[in-house]
């Protein structure tokens, strides 16, 4: 992509970031709606903007084209409807057949269409499968008392496959990562100052939480941090993100570089030589801009008092720090024996003394819920925890089951959560068996977000602001850098020059070794 295109994508993705968080935050000026409407328009500006540089004005492509951005108005129609796409009858089912089918047209076309399904077709299939689940149990509530929650599900789908496979196509993975550590930043300065008093932020309140706890080597009691989020918990997934991608710009400051076969400079993480060369003072300002994020970011996810964060920091950092120090080959047995780490954690963890603060009962509960109802479809669209409350005792009884894939488990049965296990945990393992070529940032946040999830109830499948920032960098490592920095020689013309004794090709990597 030209400079231009990619800084009006990284603007347009700060802008989604920015109604996320005022979403998250309760301001009743953003809502779901608009944050389903955004993400359409930049996957129809991109599609345009993309298909152009890759096609010029071929007449298929802007037949496609018009296709395609006629499908993305029909769906900015349904978002802007009144109730939402919570349709009423008569017709209901076929109206909601035909705006999915437009919206699985809108994720499924792409510009370079056989590389893309080459790389993300099985992800599409499990999240059609993941979807269609949801829509089986959409389809019949007719009742209008409930026709809020049919358009809960359907806008939490839209927004995961528009996470998953559009969003990353076109805002490039280094501005992603800019783009978290800066808004994390900025919402943990925000908490800080609350620790002076409660103010207003732009009609936002901002204010410590109610609850204290007591740091190492202090003596006193802190009131955890919540910034502008009702909930710590909401905070420290964004800190956990803002502090890994952090860690990742500041080691990508100074990259090392090795040949590619064509002799070409590449970064050693899967990054194109063109999406960061810089002078070195420029380099340098960038390290320490980055390092400062990372300072700011870890520390307030210290306050925000999240154990699920911090194990999510440790894990991901850990496998970023093997890939550093052992390089690409270890990434594999890295990622097999942290998992295996997790889960002896886990079960030691009434052995070390260290609380689950109710999970193993819920988790208990969970599994006994899901054995005893419809197994291979789930219970629908229920309230997790209020299933599970007839099969956990004690004080933990009425609260969600504190981990993603059981609440999936629960909700779509086998079918569902086989498909969202793909997506999640498939593509970290089709990352390290293809680890000489698989974008390491992203490996390492996706994996981050995955342990993240078995601690914590939200899901991929949601609009809130942890979920769409774990479905972006699972997207991420699915898409494994799609983005186009410069035009591409197709790779047969590479070859064909390079039979002919060309000498050294101008034709850069091919996006997915990016």
Not at 177 to 182: A, D, E, N, P, Q
Not at 352 to 357: Q, Y
Not at 394 to 418: D, E, M, Q
Request: a positive charge.
């Amino acid at each position: 992509m030209s400079r231009l295109v990619r800084y009006l994508s990284t603007g347009f993705f700060a802008v989604i970031v920015s109604c996320l968080i005022l979403t998250d935050a309760s301001n009743p000026l953003v809502t779901k709606y608009h944050l389903l409407a955004l993400g359409l328009l930049l996957g129809g500006v991109g599609f345009t903007v993309y298909g152009a540089e890759v096609y010029g004005a071929d007449g298929r492509f802007v037949i496609l084209l018009f296709t395609y951005i006629l499908s993305m108005l029909v769906l900015l129609g349904v978002v802007f409807r009144r109730m939402g796409p919570g349709f009423p009858q008569p017709g209901r089912a076929a109206k909601l057949t035909l705006i999915t089918s437009l919206f699985f047209f809108f994720i499924f076309v792409s510009p370079r269409q056989q590389r893309y399904l080459q790389r993300a077709g099985i992800f599409l299939l499990a999240f059609v499968v993941l979807f269609s689940v949801h829509l089986f149990y959409v389809m019949p509530i007719v009742d209008p008392a409930t026709s809020g929650t049919a358009a809960f599900f359907i806008i939490a789908g839209f927004m995961t496959g528009l996470n998953l496979f559009v969003i990353p196509r076109y805002v490039p993975r280094n501005a992603f990562l800019w783009t978290v550590s800066f808004f994390s930043a900025a919402l943990m300065l925000l908490g800080f100052l609350s620790y002076s008093g409660a103010f207003s932020f732009f009609g936002l309140p901002v204010a410590p939480w109610d609850r204290t706890f007591t740091p190492m080597f202090v003596d006193s009691e802190v009131y955890i941090l919540t910034s502008v989020f009702p909930n710590p918990n909401t905070l420290g997934v964004v800190g956990f993100a803002g502090t890994i991608a952090s860690v990742l710009l500041v080691t990508r400051a100074f990259p090392r570089r090795k040949q590619n076969d064509q002799q070409q400079q590449v970064h050693t993480d899967g990054g194109s030589a063109t999406v960061s060369t810089f002078p070195f003072v420029v380099s340098l300002g960038l390290s320490f801009v980055a390092g400062a994020l990372f300072v700011v970011n870890a520390f307030g996810t210290y306050l925000t008092n999240s154990r699920a964060s911090y194990f999510a920091v440790g894990t991901a950092l850990a496998l970023y720090s093997v890939y550093l120090i052992f390089g690409r080959r270890a990434l594999p047995f890295a990622v097999v024996g942290l998992i295996g780490s997790v889960f002896l954690f886990i079960l030691l963890m009434p052995v070390l003394g260290i609380s689950s603060t109710g999970r193993f009962e819920l988790w208990a509960g969970s599994i006994a819920a899901a054995f005893d109802g419809p197994l291979l479809f789930g219970r629908g669209l229920v309230a997790v925890g209020d299933t599970i409350a007839p099969y956990v005792s004690g004080s933990a009884s009425g609260y969600s089951p504190h981990n993603s894939y059981l609440s999936i488990l629960i909700r779509t049965g086998v079918i569902g959560f086989s498909a969202y296990v793909f997506i999640v945990v498939g593509s970290l393992f089709r990352g390290v068996f293809q680890s000489a070529r698989v974008d390491v940032p992203a490996l390492v946040l996706a994996f981050g977000f995955a342990t993240h999830q078995i601690f914590e109830a939200y899901t991929i499948f949601h609009h809130t602001l942890p979920a769409v920032l774990a479905s972006l960098s699972a997207g991420y490592l699915i898409m494994n850098g799609a983005w186009v920095d410069v035009a591409e020689i197709d790779e047969r013309e590479r070859r064909r020059r390079n039979s002919r004794g060309a000498g050294t090709s101008a034709w850069s990597r091919p996006e997915w070794e990016r």
